[in-house]
């Protein structure tokens, strides 16, 4: 199975970037839907960014929708989650993932089959 590896966490102030990268180690991502969530102890894994590699769709959560960016590279090895204008509630751990979700289905963690083991993004206020 292909491995999922994220990078690009790190300790931001408030309004800083960070851009998270996720390379799928061993393979591609294939045809398969690419996503991020994060989560913070003690509350459920929520749903952030995902892209669609069939035509490129993307799709956001509301609070994150005009400040982060997900992308892909055509070799389908790497999905980007460009973060802009941090805020101090975008401190979680990120994870990224990968499966067969489809449009209705997206937001769900349960449609996504392979995670990687997240990376830490902390923003001071």
């Known amino acids: 199975q292909v491995q999922l590896v994220e990078s690009g966490g790190g300790l931001v102030q408030a309004g800083d970037s960070l851009r998270l990268s996720c390379a799928a180690s061993g393979g591609t991502f294939g045809s398969y839907t690419a996503g991020w969530f994060r989560q913070v102890p003690g509350k459920e894994r929520e749903f952030v960014a995902a892209i669609r590699w069939h035509g490129g769709s993307t799709y956001y959560s509301d609070s994150v929708k005009g400040r982060f960016t997900i992308s892909r590279d055509s070799a389908k090895t790497t999905v980007h989650l460009q973060m802009n204008s941090l805020k101090p509630e975008d401190t979680a751990v990120y994870y990224c993932?990968?499966?067969?979700?489809?449009?209705?289905?997206?937001?769900?963690?349960?449609?996504?089959?392979?995670w990687g083991q997240g990376t830490q993004v902390t923003v001071s206020s």
């Open positions: 993932a990968s499966g067969r979700a489809i449009t209705s289905t997206v937001r769900l963690s349960s449609a996504y089959t392979n």
